[in-house]
């Protein structure tokens, strides 16, 4: 029997989306179409945590390609708060971002708009439920995450018509240096090592070493240099073409390089924390960081 690809995955799971959609769309036409707090024939009870449960749902990417917006994880690591609207007047039945990846202790708040007719916000677990489908604006839901998990929500009246979402509450491994940890924590990799190097004076970084789904990462991806050290990041010729593009500094290869054996070299003489990327492929995960002390 032929195994399905992640190609006919998303080739079926577009088209049962746009089909839901359109079913949903003509209902929102329609003149007998349920509004405000009218609960459709089929729909769940409003205010009920009767959903399917996780262990029945179709995995997590598969389910998330079933709603509207999704477009991979939105990086919202660190931040004390993060929003995500519910509806909107492009896509009514969605919530943005409809994939959120956090640190515990996060408070998220959606926030409705006038768009999609009455919504509501259920965790598929019952873990939270903001009530009733609410059709306004202006009102709004707040969670607050404590721990790490996988949190799969939806709108009742319209998650087939793809009102689904995903909060993903990640620790991030700590290091003694927290701007490498910001900078990484979407790094899956990342564990919170920082290579001491400080007793050499030439490093050697690899461009394409394996990674991130491919070959798209450095090695090694931190690492701790005195000052007077000369970094020569090297190309594999693996993943394509790379190159090496600092944040906090003007200096970096300027153009992409698929070469296997290239080089780029430079001497760090100041002390910080000097962050890059490869631009290709930092959405990713392939980056780094160099700590000079």
Known sequence: MQRPTRRSVLQSAAAGGALGLAGC????????APRSNDTPANDPTPGSTETTPVSDRAPLEE???ASNV??????????????????????PYAFAPADLRVTP?????????????????VAVDGSF??????????????QTF????????????????????????EAVPESAYPAVDRWL???????????????ASAVTVTVGA??????????????????GTTVTWEWTGEGGAHDVAFEDADLGTGEVVAEAGATFSHTFDSTGVYRYACRPHQALGQKGAIVVE
């Open 25 to 32: 769309l003509s209902a929102a036409g329609s003149e007998d």
């Open 63 to 65: 389910w998330l390609l």
């Open 70 to 91: 999704f477009s991979g994880p939105a990086d919202r690591h660190f931040a004390d708060e993060v929003s995500v609207t519910v509806g909107s007047a492009a896509v």
């Open 105 to 121: 202790g996060t408070t998220v708040e959606w926030q409705w708009l006038p768009h999609g007719g009455a919504n509501n916000v």
């Open 129 to 142: 439920h903001s009530g009733d489908p609410v059709d306004g604006h202006e009102h709004t839901f707040a």
């Open 146 to 169: 404590e721990e790490p998990g996988i949190h799969r929500y939806v709108s009742e009246p319209h998650e087939d018509c793809g009102m689904r979402g995903v909060v993903r509450v």
């Open 185 to 199: 924590a979407d790094v899956d990799a990342y564990e919170g090592t920082v290579a001491d190097r400080t007793d």
């Open 210 to 227: 394996e990674g991130n789904g491919g070959h798209f990462a450095f090695d090694p991806m931190a690492v701790k240099l005195s000052p």
